[in-house]
């Protein structure tokens, strides 16, 4: 099985805020997106730009997963962005409104253009309508590329839907852009919920996400952490029985036919269980 890194909880932190820099060194996130886009009003872009670049070289963070958003392509505010955070190196660059496998050849370009270290990512935000249907394309486009970010608000405004529990609205979407990560062998993560107050509704959001395939979610709130970390990890029965169905199909070998609590075990269920284990051991790493 390939290393897995836990991405369940992907949380956006704005680059102007230095106080949410310094409180995001302790929050239990898998990963951390320094944003510069967003979250951060014109006049002070440049300033979070500096800060973000900053925190990424203070190693200050431990084990999370470190990402700078930039602004997208069309800002006066990319090129500096992306200059300045591929000197920065962190885990992976974050850009949103990738549309196209041209645009992700481009970025790619950039980044090596301006000699971003290997380690350094890229994660591309697939947020609009005709991003979903070229998904493929996109995910695609390049093995710099490792991992695909919904940018679920921007995609709701855009098909002129509305916000509800289940997000009927957004489903076929975001099938498309699932079925274009798991075909392309990259990673994906759900987008945000933006109620922060209401818990039943943002633990429900994280079911869903994790029943349709999702690695993980981002987060816009520190307080929605524990949540996700918890519903996209394996559970412990989840665990039992990979342990359980791995045991099973050891000692049945050469049998024809092995079994697992009266359920048939074939290797398919092998294969599932393993990533299972590799899911949860690599939880246990991070967090210890």
Not at 127 to 137: D, G, I, Q, R, S
Not at 142 to 162: F, H, I, P
Request: net charge negative; hydrophobic share 40%; with cysteine.
């Amino acid at each position: 099985m390939p290393e897995f890194r836990p991405r369940r909880s992907v949380l956006y932190m704005p680059g102007s805020n230095q106080r949410a820099l310094e409180k995001a060194r302790s929050i239990p996130c898998d990963g951390l997106i320094l944003d510069l886009e967003d979250a951060v009003a014109p006049d002070a872009k440049p300033e979070a730009r500096v800060a973000a670049c900053a925190a990424v070289a203070s190693g200050e963070y431990g084990k999370r997963e470190l990402t700078i958003r930039v602004n997208a392509a069309d800002t006066e505010w990319h090129a500096d962005d992306m200059a300045a955070a591929c000197a920065a190196g962190p885990d992976a660059i974050v850009v949103p409104k990738v549309d196209s496998a041209d645009a992700v050849h481009a970025l790619v370009e950039t980044m090596t253009r301006h000699d971003a270290p290997e380690k350094t990512k890229l994660w591309a935000m697939v947020e609009t309508p005709y991003a979903m249907l070229h998904a493929e394309e996109i995910a695609g486009a390049s093995d710099r590329l490792t991992v695909l970010v919904m940018g679920t608000n921007d995609l709701a405004k855009e098909l002129y839907a509305e916000h509800v529990p289940g997000r009927q609205p957004l489903l076929a979407g975001l099938g498309l852009a699932l079925l274009a990560a798991r075909a392309t062998g990259k990673v994906i993560i759900d987008g945000v919920y933006n109620d922060v107050k209401n818990t039943e509704g943002f633990l429900a959001e994280c079911q869903q996400g994790r029943e349709m395939g999702f690695d993980g979610k981002t987060l816009i709130h520190p307080g929605q952490v524990d949540g996700a970390n918890t519903t996209f990890a394996p559970s412990e029965q989840a665990i039992e029985d990979a342990r359980g169905i791995l045991r099973a199909w050891e000692d049945g070998k050469g049998s024809g036919v092995v079994t697992y609590n009266g359920r048939m075990i074939e290797s398919l269920h092998v294969g599932s269980a393993q990533r299972t284990l590799s899911i949860h051991e690599s939880i246990l790493a991070l967090d210890g």
